[in-house]
């Protein structure tokens, strides 16, 4: 789905696959999610906007092998199944 599609359905798909992760597979996942978050709140210091974290952790979180063309996880088509 693309983003915008997520974002019309509220986000139900991936909302769904994040509600089946075991409790502390979530609970790693919202920490890791917050300290990024947090990183990018200081972008204009440290340079790493959600556009370079997303290069840079995109792959160990979604389990991407192969970064796509242009180096944009952000501008990724489809998720993963985890």
């Not at 409790?23 to 917050?34: M, P, R, S, W, Y």
């Not at 300290?35 to 792959?59: C, Q, T, W, Y």
């Amino acid at each position: 789905m693309a983003i915008d599609e997520h974002a019309a359905s509220n986000f139900t798909l991936l909302r769904s696959k994040i509600r089946r992760l075991p409790a502390i597979h979530q609970a790693t996942l919202k920490a890791i999610v917050e300290h990024l978050a947090r990183v990018a709140s200081h972008s204009e210091k440290n340079k790493m906007d959600p556009k370079n974290l997303a290069i840079v952790f995109g792959s160990v979180i979604f389990g991407e092998d192969k970064i796509p063309e242009g180096g944009d996880l952000l501008g990724m088509q489809a998720w993963k199944v985890m």
